[in-house]
């Protein structure tokens, strides 16, 4: 059997049993300690991670939602484009007015960018589509897409400018009238 100067080990029934002591260490209390700091340090960092990833795809839906807008309303400019060259074919000119044009397409629903309260698109009567090619036909009049405003060319190409962009192209534009 073994000795010891600490504990009185007792023979019961073969089994070997030890008395029970109360209490702990400060080197146990420490470790515990430890354990538990590291578990929490770990909690947190995965915490933190977890919430630039939900910042980071909210960021990135908000951008998705922002160019789906774009395309959606360079599609409506690209469709009224279409509809402006049948039009010129079949009568020899552009429509006369803005009420003309939507007379023409037969719905207004093409007429605005799909972006919440964003108004009814410009147009500027009075030109052909042998007018310059960088003449403004169709436009956003409020920056809608980050600032930016779509605009229609004469030309049929569709880009975005910015509103100081846009009022010297618009000048330019009535210039050539």
């Not at 702990?24 to 470790?31: E, K, P, R, S």
């Not at 929490?40 to 998705?64: D, F, P, R």
């Not at 409506?76 to 023409?104: D, H």
């Amino acid at each position: 059997m073994l000795k010891s100067k600490k504990y009185k080990m007792f023979r019961n029934q073969n089994k070997i049993t030890f008395p029970k002591r109360s209490g702990g260490t400060i080197v146990n209390i420490l470790v515990v300690g430890i354990i538990i700091f590291l578990i929490g340090a770990g909690i947190m960092s995965l915490m933190k991670q977890t919430g630039e990833t939900v910042e980071e795809y909210g960021e990135g839906m908000i951008n998705t939602t922002n160019k789906a807008s774009g395309i959606v309303c360079t599609s409506n400019m690209n469709q009224i484009f279409q509809i402006l060259q049948m039009y010129s074919i079949s009568e020899g000119e552009l429509p006369a007015s803005y009420e003309a044009l939507v007379n023409e397409v037969g719905t207004s629903g093409v007429f605005h960018c799909s972006e919440s309260d964003s108004p009814n698109y410009s147009y500027i009567p009075g030109q052909t589509l042998s007018s310059p090619p960088d003449n403004i036909l169709l436009y956003e009049s409020v920056p809608v897409h980050n600032g930016m405003c779509n605009v229609l060319r004469v030309s049929g190409k569709v880009e975005m400018l910015t509103p100081e962009e846009l009022q010297a192209a618009i000048q330019q534009t009535e210039s050539h009238l």
